[in-house]
């Protein structure tokens, strides 16, 4: 009897489904995508109709042969990769490589459980061309912007730059903030805050003089009102008091998982999705087999299945009651924009509890299903709700105003509470004494504080994305890419968990936004994401978006090819003295960013690195290393190059000794004997390798420590994000670091 075959992009997705069907299916990966435009030539048709060349990725052709293969042999072809444009597109590039297309069938499950996949293929579609379309405008779009783009920063800036349609748009988004920051003007206000005595003990803060609103902006108003008020007493001139409901926050679309994720969990977008990745493709949860623990997690749609919401339902009224219960199901409103294919974001079977799984789980597993768990059990449980009381208290000509905010019943929150980008400027719970209108009150302490306006903060991962988001930049699978590609590609840094611009993402994103306004518009951009929703709905043809998009680019470029400023000629004077030759030195702009080098090169090549501020330009002086030269037993100073940091003597040129700068812990290679040392990747990532390279070729990512581990004989423990850890696979041990 003929076999089914079924085609998934990913192995482990693979590895679940196969068991699930059994022996009437072989299930085959083709490890994500089998075609794609060629690496060496744009592959566009840019004199027609824009229409791509597709070639088979290199490597892929072994995996193609085998599907090719098991294809001839089967009744039936199943194309069940991810229900999303890409995952279209995947199986399209399938389909068009097996050629034969009458056996061919699309299916689509949303998670990987054992009914929804017998479900899926008992219910089998064909291919949706326009979500195809959709995802080659999409690519096609992306390949022009690059491959155009890429080589005028090259010639203009540096070799190896490159430019993208949306992630360019947030490295724009992320240096405007900078500029703002930089721009801020700080405005002086005073606050006067009036403290009482308990129990319980409260305050109340001055919000009308005269009974007009005021707004102290100086400290001799502040003093003066402080004076004036002093040891006049306080009378409750109105109470006002209200019951208030908080609703539970909708079920996680892929954008908030990524924010939510990051507040509460400090995931990164790309660490949230890998994991979640995993919980959809499924997990050996012991006698049960390989299960699919949570919905696709690439989606902008807040729906869920009537069944989850009845089997969350059921869930929360055992658990916790039916005070918990509302009378009728929840339901979100997706926004208009979203695609609305799948489900939100949640667990497959509500009744498989975090805790339960916990040992099962790996840590990250773990935390990340736990929130998904409670805000989809959340989601369909009762408000909270609160007494708010507010209280005007009079004193002489001022008006003072105390709040109070006390939970009466917790609701959703008994399962989750949504994280915070920012903490609340003023805390509103806490509870207020009885009061009644016309009581005298005596305060404690009248105290003037005086406050400065705040500049906008700088975007974390999390309010970026939420950024892109509100804008309507981007879609739930390029998330995460764009947030790791800015950062790769050295345009945005992060420090303390904030982006801040490069000098090079500076100015990269000055030229880029001079020549090329409409790309660099976040409008611009929205509009075209839109179009892409049209084409999938079958509303508007790929090509003539292309097309549009292409004609003023085209001219745009020509332009900038000729306009547009060459930084790598450019010098800035300066009036520091080269100290080889006493000659003035200039701002240059190398590999690594902006240097100072002397005005006479290449007759003097002396560099240094600088710094600059508000107080102007400042040599960074050299970092002195504690060993010696080992030639001539001068000072060696930590020097940065084309390959990353090194040791060099201080006696140059006289003494022209460098060494690679080591971390004092030998090479964990069975039988070498060699030293790791730090070196950088190509793409500038600091990394940690053996010194006989390349006869040994360990390396490792986490920088080591010459500390022993004390729970095992590791001799060298790593450092990995703010903890030192041992490297050793199933120690566990983990130290606070520094």
Known sequence: MAKSLLIVESPSKAK???????????????????????????????EGDFSPTYVTIRGKGKILAEIRSEAKKADQVFLATDPDREGEAIAWHIAESLKSKDNLYRVRFNEITKKAITDGIASPTRIDQDMVDAQQARRVLDRIVGY??????????????????????????????????????????????????????????????NDKAIKLKQGDEAEALLKELNGEPFTVAKVTKKERKRKPVAPFITSKLQQDAARQIGFTPKRTMSVAQQLYEGLELGDEGPVGLITYMRTDSTRLADEAVTDARAFIKARYGNDYLPAKPQIYRTKKAAQDAHEAIRPTDVNR?????????????????????????????????????????????????????????????????????????????????????????????????????????????????????????????????????????????????????????????????????DILNPEFTARMEQELDEVEEGKKDWHNSVRDFYSPFEKSLETAKVEMRNIKRETIPTDIDCAQCGEKMVIRWGRHGRFLACSTYPDCKETREFVEDENGIRIVEDEIADTPCPECNAAMTIKNGRYGRFLACTAYPKCKTTRPIGTGVPCPQDGCTGELIEKQSRKGKVFFSCNTYPKCTFATWNKPVPEACPDCDSPYLEIKGNNIVCPVKGCGYTKKGD
């Open 148 to 209: 155009k783009l890429s080589p005028l920063l090259w010639a203009k800036v540096k070799r190896g730059l490159s430019a993208g349609r949306v992630q360019s748009v947030a490295v724009r988004l992320v240096s405007e903030r900078e500029a703002a920051i930089r721009a801020f003007t700080p405005e002086e206000s005073w606050s006067l805050t009036a403290a009482f005595a308990g129990p319980p003990e409260f305050t109340a803060a001055l919000t009308q003089l």
């Open 16 to 46: 679940t489904i196969q068991k699930y069907l059994g022996k009437d299916f072989v299930v085959k990966s083709s490890v994500g995508h089998i075609r794609d435009l060629p690496k060496d030539d744009l592959g566009i048709d840019l």
């Open 353 to 517: 509890d975090p805790e339960t799984l916990k040992a099962i789980l790996s840590r990250d597993q773990y935390r990340l299903y736990r929130l998904i768990w409670a805000r989809f059990v959340a989601c369909q449980m009762s408000p909270a709700r609160f007494d708010d009381t507010g209280a005007d208290l009079s004193c002489g000509r001022a008006t003072f105003r105390a709040r109070g905010s006390v939970m009466t019943f917790p609701g959703f929150t008994a399962a989750y509470t949504e994280g915070q980008d920012e903490k609340p400027a003023t805390k509103e719970d806490g509870l207020l004494p009885v009061l009644t209108e016309g009581q005298e009150l005596t305060a404690t302490s009248l105290t003037p504080k005086q406050h400065f306006t705040q500049p906008p903060p700088r975007f974390s991962e999390a309010l970026l994305i939420k950024e892109l988001e509100d804008r309507g930049l981007g879609r739930p699978s390029t998330y995460a890419t764009i947030m790791s590609t800015i950062q790769d590609r050295g345009y945005v840094e992060k420090k303390e968990s904030r982006l801040h611009p490069t000098d090079l993402g500076l100015i990269v994103n000055d030229l880029l936004v001079e020549h090329f306004a």
